[in-house]
C-alpha cells in the first residue's frame, strides 16, 4: 500500500522505508533484501501486527544462505524499545511510538563463492550488502568498495575447504534446533508441537469414511 494513502487516511506517519543490508541471503543470485518500514503513530490507539517468517528462515537453495528473519521492533514515545510477536492483537499505542516493521530477506541460490565479486562489491556501494557481509560471498572489499582481488582469492579457497559439501537446500537448521535457539536469538519462547484432535488423524478420518 502506497506511503502517501497510509498517511493520508491513517494518523501516521512513513518515518522509514529502507531495505536491511545483508538480510538477503548470499549465493551465487543474492536473496532480496527485507524491508525496514518505520510507523511512527500520531494519537493514541490500538494496532494488531500478522506477519510470519520470525521463528523459521527463508530457505538457501543449491549452496545458498538462508535469507534473515523478520522482526517487529516498537521504540515507545519515552525511548522504552520493545521487540514485538509477529502476530498480535489490540496493542495500545500513543502519540509518538514508532513500530519498526522489517520484513524477512529471500533465501539466495547457487554457491555464494562464484557469485561475480565486481557484483559483491557493487551490492556493497549501493549499501545492500555491508563490507563485513560482502565476505560472507568470500569477497573482500576495501573502504572504497574496490575488490582486493588477491585477499578475495585467499578467502574464497579458505572458506571452499572449510564449509564442506553444499546442501540442495539450508534451512539454517532442523525445526528442533530452531526451537532450542528460539529464546536467544528472538527474545520469544519457542511455539508448542501442534496438539491434533483424533478425529483430524489419518486412521479416524479413514473410520469416519467407512
Same mark, same amino acid.
Request: aromatic share 10%; glycine share 14%; with cysteine.
Given at each position: ?16 522505508? &529502507? ?10 543470485? *543474492? ?20 506477519? !510470519? ?22 521504540? *515507545?514515545?519515552?525511548?522504552?524499545? &520493545? ?6 492483537? *489490540?496493542?495500545? $499505542? ?22 561475480? #565479486?565486481?557484483? $559483491? #562489491? ?16 568470500? $569477497? ?7 575488490? !582486493?582481488? %588477491?585477499?578475495?582469492? #585467499?578467502?574464497?579457497? %579458505?572458506?571452499?575447504? &572449510? ?16 526451537? #532450542? ?7 520469544? !519462547?519457542?511455539? *508448542? ?12 478420518? $479413514?473410520?469416519?469414511?467407512?
Amino acid at each position: 500500500m502506497p506511503n502517501e494513502f497510509l498517511e493520508s487516511y491513517f494518523p501516521l506517519r512513513i518515518v522509514r522505508y &529502507e531495505t536491511i543490508a545483508d538480510s538477503g541471503g548470499a549465493g551465487l543470485h *543474492r536473496g532480496g533484501n527485507g524491508v525496514s518500514m518505520g510507523y511512527m503513530f500520531l494519537e493514541p490507539g490500538e494496532i494488531s501486527i500478522h506477519d !510470519d517468517r520470525w521463528l523459521t528462515y527463508p530457505w538457501g537453495v543449491n549452496g545458498g544462505e538462508p535469507g534473515m528473519r523478520s522482526n517487529k521492533l516498537m521504540v *515507545r514515545a519515552d525511548g522504552k524499545e &520493545e521487540l514485538m510477536p509477529s502476530k498480535c492483537d *489490540r496493542i495500545k $499505542v500513543e502519540t509518538g511510538d514508532v513500530l519498526y516493521f522489517n520484513t524477512w530477506g529471500g533465501g539466495g541460490w547457487g554457491d555464494p563463492l562464484k557469485r561475480d #565479486a565486481q557484483k $559483491v #562489491a557493487k551490492d556493497a556501494e549501493r549499501g545492500l550488502v555491508t563490507v563485513q557481509g560482502a565476505r560472507r560471498y568470500g $569477497v573482500v572489499v576495501t573502504s572504497d568498495f574496490a575488490v !582486493d582481488e %588477491r585477499a578475495t582469492q #585467499a578467502l574464497r579457497d %579458505r572458506l571452499a575447504r &572449510e564449509r564442506g559439501e553444499l546442501k540442495l537446500f539450508n534451512f539454517g537448521g532442523t525445526i528442533e534446533e530452531l526451537k #532450542a535457539r528460539c529464546k536467544a536469538e528472538t527474545s520469544f !519462547d519457542p511455539p *508448542r508441537t501442534p496438539e491434533f484432535q483424533k478425529w483430524m488423524r489419518g486412521g479416524g478420518a $479413514v473410520a469416519a469414511a467407512e
